[in-house]
């Protein structure tokens, strides 16, 4: 069964460092990857998304994530934060055609440091 | 706004009462999820429509129902409500089967 492994529960960084959000998964084939965003009192917004192709995908927000097959991660990444983008963050997996779930890790928060 | 309406944004009910929750996907989306997301569990899968059809079905109480009309939206049916099914539910919609899925903003039950 496919699952989703987002090893921090809550992260902290400084605004304008760089981010890194941790992701494994599990499945059997080649996934569909998600990242998702979701705000405070808000519902979940994609934010980025892998199929196939280019192992580097780019995403909205100045967000990037590397699928590694050899790891199976999809980590999340962006070069510098802003005070916005404090949040909860979803990992999430699914099988495309061949399985119809999108499963989602239990997420990770992010805090931001002024 | 992701263009997946779900009604009511907020309901407050007792237990033991039935409540339902409705979607309107996407335009042109046929599949339909409901999540329930609560603080200690997560985002948990719960059901899966594709035009009209349950494809996937996941840690749905027996409690809970749901369908997929020929319109398209959908509704989660949840009865004989406990304190511990206070969450919030959402529903997301996607074109095509296990592709990218959209948000609504949720429904958030409180059972009192």
């Known amino acids: 069964a496919q699952s989703v492994t987002q090893p921090d529960i809550h992260i902290t960084v400084s605004e304008g460092a760089s981010l890194e959000l941790r992701c494994n998964y599990s499945?059997?084939?080649?996934?569909?990857l998600f990242w998702y965003v979701q705000s405070p009192g808000q519902g979940l917004q994609l934010l980025l998304k892998?199929?196939?192709?280019?192992?580097l995908v780019q995403g909205i927000k100045g967000f990037e994530a590397e699928f590694k097959r050899s790891q199976s991660s999809f980590n999340l990444r962006k070069p510098s934060v802003h005070w916005s983008d404090a949040a909860e963050y979803f990992c999430?997996?699914?099988?495309?055609?061949?399985?119809?779930?999108?499963?989602f890790g239990k997420g990770t928060r992010l805090h931001i440091l002024p | 706004d992701s263009g997946v309406t779900q009604t009511p944004k907020h309901l407050i009910t007792a237990t033991g009462q039935r409540v339902t929750l409705r979607c309107s996907p996407r335009?042109?989306?046929?599949?339909v999820y409901w999540y329930q997301q609560s603080l200690d569990q997560g985002l948990q899968f719960l059901i899966q429509?594709?035009?009209?059809?349950?494809?996937a079905k996941g840690n749905i109480l027996e409690r809970f129902s749901a369908q997929q009309f020929p319109d398209l939206h959908s509704e989660l049916n949840l009865s004989s409500l406990e304190l511990g099914d206070s969450a919030l539910y959402f529903c997301a919609s996607s074109r095509k089967l296990g592709t990218e899925a959209f948000f609504g903003q949720g429904t958030r039950l409180t059972v009192v």
């Open positions: 999430a997996v699914a099988g495309g055609n061949r399985d119809d779930k999108i499963i």
């Open positions: 892998y199929f196939s192709g280019d192992t």
């Open positions: 335009s042109g989306d046929l599949s």
């Open positions: 499945y059997g084939a080649t996934p569909y």
């Open positions: 429509y594709y035009n009209g059809e349950e494809r």
